[in-house]
């Protein structure tokens, strides 16, 4: 009850001299800056929950933002494994056998344009016609060997261009690899599309006479290797093979050195390092650099297409392969050799940069980085 007794201060000012005023007006002492102010509290309160709660929010915010630009996504995996040889193959396999299947229409009036030009007069025209006399099939003639031959030669091409890239490399050692890279991108390229053909050829036989012969003289893909075989031997699937090597080889060797050479140039353009981009950024360079590769590609190998399209539709059995270039080279001229390069430029463009997005980007949903853009070795 210690309400009911006087404090200290009252008392002090009861009995203490009435002149004295300083005695009676004693401030009340004031906190020092180490005493808690309690009026505060609920201030201090509400400034700590905002302040936690913005710091949580800002740590979800850049969780997710990581996620969606792949900052924080999988960790990157170690290269030149098996895992990662499996990788490239099987992107390879989606990337080729994908987008060729998917231009179709292009390629069959561009093989067909160059058998006989006059057959059309552009495009539309041409697919317009097709489409009223074969209908919709008849646009697509020819899209079930492209699927298996350009599969097998994307899981070819790609697969075996990492492995040889990663041998030349080797033996080179990193400093020479480096200083000689645009040597080591097109030894490599050539060493995978030689192989590569192999696995195309039959397969590619077969689509040049489904869609160079009206009407198509097979039902299919394998209902055509039957027949070729059955009539000229299994060097009848190969008989376009020289004029393959001589299309695909410097078109593949273009493609990836120039490829790799376009993509180094963009991220040397732009601010910061490739790994500072994600997944959207990377995506998009993949493309824009396939895409002017793809134009590369497609004048350094036509006049090799225009010849692989002749002769897999007019070479005689038993005629020598010198012969029957000599004299498609003939009938057609120089000129000749440049048939359809329009078309095959938009067609190999738009083909050449999809091939590396989905193939880039299947790397990198494996947990491997792009190709392309790799920073020099450090020196010693």
Request: glycine fraction near 10%.
């Amino acid at each position: 009850m210690s309400f009911l007794f006087p404090n200290q201060h009252v008392l002090h000012q009861s009995f203490s001299s009435p002149l004295n005023q300083k005695a009676r007006t004693v401030p009340s002492p004031k906190a020092t800056p180490y005493q808690a102010r309690p009026e505060l509290f609920a201030a201090y309160s509400v400034v700590d929950d905002a302040k936690n709660k913005a710091q949580k929010l800002s740590a979800e915010a850049q969780k997710e933002f990581d996620k969606a630009s792949g900052a924080g996504g999988k960790k990157q995996l170690e290269l030149y494994t098996p895992t990662f040889y499996a990788a490239a193959t099987f992107g390879g396999l989606l990337a080729c056998g994908l987008t060729h299947t998917a231009v179709t229409p292009l390629d069959l009036v561009k093989c067909r344009r160059q058998v006989d030009a006059k057959l059309y007069k552009g495009n539309f025209q041409a697919w317009g016609l097709i489409f009223r006399q074969e209908g919709v099939r008849g646009i697509f003639t020819g899209w079930s060997p492209t699927l298996f031959g350009y599969s097998a030669q994307g899981a070819f091409k790609y697969g075996w261009y990492e492995y040889f890239k990663k041998k030349y490399s080797d033996l080179a050692g990193p400093e020479n690899a480096y200083k000689y890279k645009t040597v080591l991108y097109l030894t490599a390229s050539a060493s995978a599309e030689f192989l590569a053909d192999l696995a195309l050829c039959p397969f590619e036989a077969v689509k040049v006479r489904m869609q160079t012969t009206i009407p198509p003289p097979y039902k299919g893909t394998f209902d055509g290797i039957s027949k070729i075989t059955a009539a000229e031997g299994v060097g009848g699937l190969y008989k376009g093979l020289y004029p393959l090597w001589g299309r695909q080889i410097p078109y593949t060797m273009m493609k990836f050195a120039s490829f790799e050479t376009i993509v180094e140039k963009i991220y040397d353009s732009l601010p910061g390092q490739k790994s500072d981009y994600g997944k959207g950024a990377q995506t998009a360079v993949s493309f824009s650099g396939g895409y002017l590769a793809g134009i590369l590609c497609a004048i350094v190998s036509h006049p090799a297409d225009v010849l692989v399209s002749k002769l897999n539709a007019n070479r005689a059995a038993g005629e020598a392969f010198g012969a029957a270039v000599a004299r498609n080279y003939r009938d057609i001229g120089f000129m000749g050799l440049w048939n359809g390069l329009p078309v095959r430029i938009v067609m190999i463009g738009t083909l050449t940069g999809l091939q590396w997005m989905i193939y880039d980007y299947f790397k990198m949903f494996m947990g491997f980085p792009t190709t392309g853009g790799a920073a020099p070795p450090e020196k010693k």
